[in-house]
Protein backbone atom coordinates (compact mmCIF):
# COMPACT_ATOMS: atom_id res chain seq x y z
CA UNK A 1 0.00 0.00 0.00
CA UNK A 2 2.53 2.23 0.99
CA UNK A 3 4.47 1.54 -2.51
CA UNK A 4 1.68 2.08 -4.01
CA UNK A 5 1.34 5.71 -2.79
CA UNK A 6 4.64 6.58 -3.22
CA UNK A 7 4.46 5.55 -7.23
CA UNK A 8 1.18 7.42 -7.77
CA UNK A 9 2.90 10.57 -5.59
CA UNK A 10 6.14 9.67 -8.52
CA UNK A 11 3.06 9.93 -11.85
CA UNK A 12 1.75 12.76 -10.24
CA UNK A 13 5.63 15.09 -10.16
CA UNK A 14 6.17 13.35 -13.58
CA UNK A 15 2.52 15.00 -15.02
CA UNK A 16 4.02 18.36 -13.65
CA UNK A 17 6.86 18.60 -14.99
CA UNK A 18 5.27 17.65 -18.01
CA UNK A 19 2.84 20.58 -17.71
CA UNK A 20 5.84 22.80 -16.41
CA UNK A 21 8.03 22.21 -19.49
CA UNK A 22 5.26 22.51 -22.32
CA UNK A 23 4.79 26.46 -22.31
CA UNK A 24 8.10 26.75 -22.09
CA UNK A 25 8.58 24.61 -25.21
CA UNK A 26 5.56 26.58 -26.62
CA UNK A 27 7.16 30.14 -26.34
CA UNK A 28 10.38 29.15 -27.25
CA UNK A 29 8.96 27.97 -30.46
CA UNK A 30 7.02 31.45 -30.78
CA UNK A 31 9.70 33.34 -30.09
CA UNK A 32 11.92 32.40 -32.83
CA UNK A 33 9.11 32.14 -35.31
CA UNK A 34 8.88 36.19 -36.75
CA UNK A 35 11.88 36.05 -39.20
CA UNK A 36 14.56 33.29 -40.42
CA UNK A 37 16.83 36.21 -38.97
CA UNK A 38 15.77 36.23 -35.50
CA UNK A 39 16.96 32.89 -34.79
CA UNK A 40 20.78 34.06 -34.12
CA UNK A 41 19.26 36.46 -31.54
CA UNK A 42 17.04 34.03 -29.79
CA UNK A 43 19.76 31.52 -29.54
CA UNK A 44 22.32 34.31 -27.55
CA UNK A 45 19.12 35.29 -25.64
CA UNK A 46 18.34 31.73 -24.63
CA UNK A 47 22.38 31.14 -24.00
CA UNK A 48 23.18 33.72 -21.62
CA UNK A 49 19.86 34.17 -19.65
CA UNK A 50 19.96 37.70 -20.02
CA UNK A 51 18.32 40.33 -22.46
CA UNK A 52 20.77 40.07 -24.91
CA UNK A 53 21.12 44.11 -24.82
CA UNK A 54 23.60 45.56 -21.95
CA UNK A 55 20.13 44.99 -19.68
CA UNK A 56 18.37 47.31 -17.24
CA UNK A 57 20.81 50.64 -16.06
CA UNK A 58 18.96 51.95 -13.13
CA UNK A 59 15.32 51.22 -13.97
CA UNK A 60 15.97 51.47 -17.86
CA UNK A 61 16.71 49.22 -20.88
CA UNK A 62 18.96 49.45 -24.14
CA UNK A 63 15.79 49.49 -26.44
CA UNK A 64 17.61 47.49 -28.91
CA UNK A 65 19.52 44.55 -28.94
CA UNK A 66 23.00 44.46 -30.44
CA UNK A 67 25.10 45.04 -32.47
CA UNK A 68 24.01 47.95 -33.08
CA UNK A 69 25.06 51.72 -33.96
CA UNK A 70 23.57 55.11 -33.65
CA UNK A 71 24.93 58.86 -34.14
CA UNK A 72 23.04 62.36 -33.23
CA UNK A 73 20.89 62.73 -35.61
CA UNK A 74 18.51 65.29 -33.93
CA UNK A 75 17.09 67.81 -35.80
CA UNK A 76 18.59 66.87 -39.40
CA UNK A 77 16.47 67.62 -42.26
CA UNK A 78 13.91 64.93 -43.51
CA UNK A 79 11.42 64.94 -46.04
CA UNK A 80 8.20 67.28 -46.39
CA UNK A 81 10.35 70.26 -44.60
CA UNK A 82 9.80 68.00 -41.66
CA UNK A 83 13.25 67.87 -38.64
CA UNK A 84 14.50 64.71 -37.31
CA UNK A 85 12.86 64.01 -33.79
CA UNK A 86 14.20 61.06 -33.16
CA UNK A 87 17.14 58.86 -32.70
CA UNK A 88 17.54 55.88 -35.26
CA UNK A 89 19.72 53.02 -34.13
CA UNK A 90 20.83 50.43 -36.79
CA UNK A 91 20.69 46.95 -36.43
CA UNK A 92 19.83 43.74 -38.25
CA UNK A 93 16.50 43.05 -39.31
CA UNK A 94 14.77 40.55 -36.40
CA UNK A 95 17.26 42.40 -34.19
CA UNK A 96 15.39 42.28 -30.50
CA UNK A 97 13.64 45.57 -29.29
CA UNK A 98 13.24 45.99 -25.56
CA UNK A 99 10.78 48.07 -23.23
CA UNK A 100 13.03 51.20 -22.41
CA UNK A 101 10.77 51.45 -19.25
CA UNK A 102 7.72 49.63 -17.04
CA UNK A 103 5.02 50.92 -18.81
CA UNK A 104 2.08 50.24 -20.86
CA UNK A 105 2.20 49.23 -24.81
CA UNK A 106 0.16 50.87 -27.42
CA UNK A 107 0.48 49.49 -30.85
CA UNK A 108 -0.17 51.48 -33.94
CA UNK A 109 0.64 52.12 -37.27
CA UNK A 110 1.36 54.66 -39.94
CA UNK A 111 2.39 55.59 -43.20
CA UNK A 112 5.27 56.87 -42.17
CA UNK A 113 6.03 54.82 -38.83
CA UNK A 114 5.24 51.61 -40.26
CA UNK A 115 4.75 48.65 -37.74
CA UNK A 116 4.87 50.92 -34.12
CA UNK A 117 4.19 50.69 -30.94
CA UNK A 118 4.57 53.51 -27.59
CA UNK A 119 5.46 52.80 -24.41
CA UNK A 120 3.80 55.14 -21.46
CA UNK A 121 5.40 55.14 -18.37
CA UNK A 122 3.18 55.26 -15.06
CA UNK A 123 4.25 59.06 -14.60
CA UNK A 124 3.47 59.83 -18.16
CA UNK A 125 7.11 59.92 -20.08
CA UNK A 126 6.29 58.30 -23.34
CA UNK A 127 8.92 56.38 -26.13
CA UNK A 128 8.45 55.75 -29.66
CA UNK A 129 9.56 53.10 -31.45
CA UNK A 130 9.06 52.83 -35.08
CA UNK A 131 9.73 50.71 -38.46
CA UNK A 132 9.33 47.55 -36.82
CA UNK A 133 9.15 44.30 -38.62
CA UNK A 134 6.80 43.02 -36.09
CA UNK A 135 5.84 42.68 -32.52
CA UNK A 136 6.82 40.79 -29.76
CA UNK A 137 4.46 37.46 -29.29
CA UNK A 138 1.43 38.34 -26.73
CA UNK A 139 2.97 42.20 -26.85
CA UNK A 140 -0.65 44.03 -27.78
CA UNK A 141 -2.29 47.48 -26.91
CA UNK A 142 -2.90 47.82 -23.06
CA UNK A 143 0.35 45.17 -22.28
CA UNK A 144 2.70 46.09 -19.13
CA UNK A 145 5.74 45.98 -19.86
CA UNK A 146 9.13 45.64 -17.24
CA UNK A 147 12.25 48.05 -18.57
CA UNK A 148 14.23 45.30 -20.66
CA UNK A 149 10.94 43.17 -21.73
CA UNK A 150 10.80 41.92 -24.99
CA UNK A 151 8.43 44.22 -26.99
CA UNK A 152 9.43 43.78 -31.20
CA UNK A 153 11.87 43.24 -33.86
CA UNK A 154 13.87 45.49 -35.68
CA UNK A 155 12.87 46.13 -39.40
CA UNK A 156 12.40 49.21 -41.77
CA UNK A 157 8.74 49.41 -42.20
CA UNK A 158 6.45 52.62 -43.34
CA UNK A 159 8.77 55.44 -44.64
CA UNK A 160 12.11 53.22 -43.79
CA UNK A 161 11.44 50.38 -46.36
CA UNK A 162 14.16 52.06 -48.75
CA UNK A 163 16.61 52.36 -45.67
CA UNK A 164 18.88 49.80 -44.30
CA UNK A 165 16.49 48.55 -40.76
CA UNK A 166 17.00 50.67 -37.76
CA UNK A 167 14.54 51.47 -34.70
CA UNK A 168 13.33 55.19 -34.65
CA UNK A 169 13.12 56.12 -31.28
CA UNK A 170 11.59 59.06 -29.60
CA UNK A 171 11.15 60.20 -25.82
CA UNK A 172 8.47 62.33 -24.92
CA UNK A 173 8.98 63.12 -21.34
CA UNK A 174 5.75 63.97 -19.73
CA UNK A 175 4.15 62.93 -22.83
CA UNK A 176 4.62 66.01 -24.24
CA UNK A 177 7.05 66.94 -27.38
CA UNK A 178 9.68 65.23 -28.37
CA UNK A 179 13.65 65.42 -27.00
CA UNK A 180 16.78 64.41 -28.38
CA UNK A 181 16.39 60.53 -27.20
CA UNK A 182 20.75 60.31 -28.28
CA UNK A 183 21.54 61.18 -24.96
CA UNK A 184 19.03 58.61 -23.23
CA UNK A 185 20.12 55.77 -25.40
CA UNK A 186 23.79 56.45 -25.30
CA UNK A 187 23.46 55.97 -21.58
CA UNK A 188 21.09 52.92 -21.74
CA UNK A 189 23.15 51.37 -23.88
CA UNK A 190 26.89 52.16 -23.30
CA UNK A 191 29.23 49.79 -24.06
CA UNK A 192 26.83 48.03 -26.48
CA UNK A 193 28.48 49.80 -29.13
CA UNK A 194 31.77 49.03 -30.48
ZN1 LIG B 1 14.42 58.31 -37.55
Known amino acids: MKLLVVAVAAGLVMAGGVLLLAPVAILAATV ?113 VEAGDLVGFNGNTGNARATPPHLHWEVHPGGGPAVNPTPYAAAACRGATP
Open 32 to 144: ASPSGEVGEASGALAADGTAGGPGPVGDVACPIGRPHHFTDTWGAPRSGGRTHKGVDIFADTGVPLYAYRAGTVRLTSSRLGGISLWITSEGGDRYYYAHLAGYAPGVRTGSR
